[in-house]
């Protein structure tokens, strides 16, 4: 007889009571704000498939997989900066000028980041073109650090800027895999099919505005309140 069953015996409790941890980390970690606030803005402020924003570099620069993905952790690194920075300054940022020092902030991590990908990934930064510096104004961006940066914590201004960061990162990717497969036939750059023809209208914008619509049914059809374009 082990001794966990002893104890039971003589103390008349379950071994399943007494040996359960008192708060399960899988309990604990949805209860909590930063938790919820995450898991909600990669989907219900998913900025592509739920409100529709955000849509020059949703539709230029998702022909390839990598470069959506690069494009959508440019935007979400930029976003984290820029609200982490206005949440630590809100309270030293006159009402008067928030919106022109928002822009001015977004602007100077924007920039860095551009700067990073000249400076290491070329060809990836001569691949997305001029869609990086236009982060600046993805009205995603401005929006998370004027409706929330600005009224909470940097911590929980930072998990805001992640979730909705992971959010368009997760839609850019996944359109990029989808029109580069049926585009070019490969994945990542790698080609997946010898003799594949390739659907040309996956390689131009109308593709684009195809498959964000097909998305944006699925997106819908699994929502509960089945709206789309909800998002705060």
Not at 15 to 22: K, L, R, W, Y
Not at 159 to 170: E, H, K, P, R
Not at 205 to 211: Q, S, T, V, Y
Request: some cysteine; hydrophobic content about 50%.
């Amino acid at each position: 007889m082990t001794e966990a069953k002893t104890i039971a015996m003589t103390t008349g409790t379950s071994v399943q009571a007494a040996s359960a941890p008192a708060i399960p980390l899988a309990q604990h970690l949805p209860q909590t704000k930063g938790w919820k606030e995450l898991v909600r803005d990669i989907w219900d402020d998913n900025p592509t498939f739920r409100m529709i924003l955000a849509m020059c570099p949703t539709m230029g620069a998702t022909t390839m997989a990598v470069n959506g993905l690069a494009m959508g952790l440019s935007t979400m690194i930029a976003t984290m900066a820029s609200s982490t920075t206005v949440g630590a300054l809100r309270n030293v940022i006159p009402a008067e000028v928030r919106l022109p020092a928002y822009m001015i902030i977004i602007a100077f991590w924007v920039t860095l980041v551009d700067i990073f990908l000249r400076a290491y990934v070329p060809p990836l930064s001569a691949a997305l073109g001029p869609y990086v510096p236009l982060i600046i104004t993805n009205c995603f961006v401005l929006g998370r650090a004027e409706a929330f940066a600005s009224q909470n914590s940097p911590g929980l201004s930072a998990l805001d800027a992640l979730g909705v960061g992971l959010g368009f990162t997760m839609s850019l990717t996944l359109l990029g895999i989808t029109r580069e497969f049926l585009g070019f036939g490969s994945l990542f750059g790698i080609q997946l099919f010898v003799g594949w023809t390739n659907w040309v209208i996956m390689i131009i914008p109308a593709g684009a505005f195809l498959m964000v619509g097909l998305y944006v049914g699925i997106v819908k059809h699994f929502s509960p309140d089945g709206q789309v374009g909800g998002g705060s």
